[in-house]
């Protein structure tokens, strides 16, 4: 069994005249990534890796979620550019070439690789995750590369406002 906990960085920042990749956090981000990680804490789920788009509110999202996951301080954050992905193909790639040790993956990315890849993977149409929104997906596979389908259920911050 593996489990892939999909996270949809927080709401950006359009304050700052940056570059897409170099864009922070808004404040309703950082609120919003504090209130989905308390969350998740009520999920007892057993966290392997931790990976991260590397733009700067993907990581920003990351490690507000890392800080207050009460038992997954000792994880790392491992950035990667294949996680700065707005299709899913790289992320659905990325995904299928996952370390087989690991059973439990939490990827922070993008808004159209997270609404892709529900579908692709959860089967889910007409459903728009919004920033900070949380997937859990569970396939019934030992293999990461046999990744097809899976189980899946979605947390949004609106519904817990």
Aim: charged share 20%.
């Amino acid at each position: 069994m593996k489990k892939l906990i999909l996270i949809r960085h927080a709401k950006s920042s359009w304050d700052h005249n940056v570059s897409d990749l170099n864009r922070p956090l808004s404040n309703r981000g950082f609120d919003d990534a504090n209130l989905m990680s308390g969350i998740l804490n009520n999920f007892s789920i057993d966290i392997d890796a931790v990976f991260s788009s590397n733009s700067k509110r993907t990581f920003e999202t990351a490690k507000i979620f890392l800080n207050n996951l009460v038992n997954y301080k000792n994880l790392k954050i491992v950035q990667s550019s294949n996680l700065y992905d707005f299709y899913g193909d790289k992320l659905d790639l990325f995904i299928k070439n996952l370390n087989n040790e690991l059973n439990t993956v939490m990827i922070f990315s993008h808004n159209n690789s997270c609404n892709n890849l529900l579908f692709k993977y959860g089967g889910v149409i007409n459903k728009h995750v919004p920033t900070s929104g949380i997937l859990i997906f569970e396939f019934d596979v030992s293999l990461w590369s046999d990744v097809i389908t899976g189980n899946c259920n979605y947390f949004f911050p609106k519904n817990f406002k």
